[in-house]
C-alpha cells in the first residue's frame, strides 16, 4: 500500500514558479514509476509528467516540456515537479501517481493517487 502526499500547491503570478512534492509512504517507493496529473477547470485530466525508477527517465507532456522539471528522492520517498514560467492556463489540480507498469502516459496505468494540490496562476 502507497499513500501519496502532495504539497506546494498555491497563488502565483504569471511567470513565476512553485515547487510541488509528493510524499510516499513505505519503502518500495523505488519499486513505483512516478507521475504528475492534472485537472483544469472544464477539462479532463491530463498527464503531465513521469519518472521512471531509478529516476534516469522523465517523460513530459509538449506543453510543458522546457518549463517542468520531475525528479525524485528515493531516500526519502519523494517526487517532486519544478513548474517553471507559469501561465494561467496551468492552473488546475496536481495529482502524483505511482505506477507498477504500464505507459506512464495513461492514468489508467497508476495504481495509487494523492489528494491533489491546487495550483492557481493570475495573469
Known amino acids: 500500500q502507497v499513500r501519496l502526499i502532495e504539497s506546494g500547491g498555491g497563488l502565483v503570478q504569471a511567470g513565476g514558479s512553485l515547487r510541488l512534492s509528493c510524499a510516499a509512504s513505505?519503502?518500495?517507493?523505488?519499486?513505483?514509476?512516478m507521475g504528475w496529473f492534472r485537472r483544469a477547470p472544464g477539462k479532463d485530466r491530463e498527464f503531465v509528467a513521469a519518472i521512471n525508477r531509478p529516476g534516469g527517465s522523465t517523460y513530459y507532456a509538449d506543453f510543458v516540456k522546457g518549463r517542468f522539471t520531475i525528479s525524485r528522492d528515493n531516500a526519502k520517498n519523494t517526487v517532486y515537479l519544478q513548474m517553471n514560467s507559469l501561465r494561467p492556463e496551468d492552473t488546475a489540480v496536481y495529482y502524483c501517481?505511482?505506477?507498477?507498469?504500464?505507459?506512464?502516459?495513461?492514468?489508467?496505468?497508476?495504481?495509487?493517487w494523492g489528494q491533489g494540490t491546487q495550483v492557481t496562476v493570475s495573469s
Open positions: 501517481a505511482a505506477s507498477v507498469s504500464g505507459s506512464v502516459y495513461y492514468s489508467r496505468n497508476y495504481d495509487y
Open positions: 513505505g519503502r518500495t517507493f523505488s519499486y513505483y514509476a
